[in-house]
């Protein structure tokens, strides 16, 4: 958590300076682009497993 969050918080009463705003909008877009990296590594994690799984069997049917 960041200090623009510890000052600031969506319930606030008061409005967020553009300084705040940006602060959190650049938090978010890292965050989103965090996400998005594990997403993408379990998915080639996922597909290399598969890919494995029906390597195994090749192998067990002699094909």
């Known amino acids: 958590m960041t200090e623009v969050h510890k000052k600031y918080r969506l319930t606030s009463t008061e409005e967020p300076t553009d300084e ?17 990296a594990r997403a993408e590594a379990e998915k080639k994690r996922r597909l290399q497993a598969v890919a494995n799984e029906i ?4 192998e067990s049917l002699a094909i």
């Open 55 to 58: 390597k195994t069997w090749r």
């Open 20 to 36: 705040m705003l940006q602060a959190l909008m650049e938090d978010v877009a890292a965050a989103a682009r965090e996400s998005s």
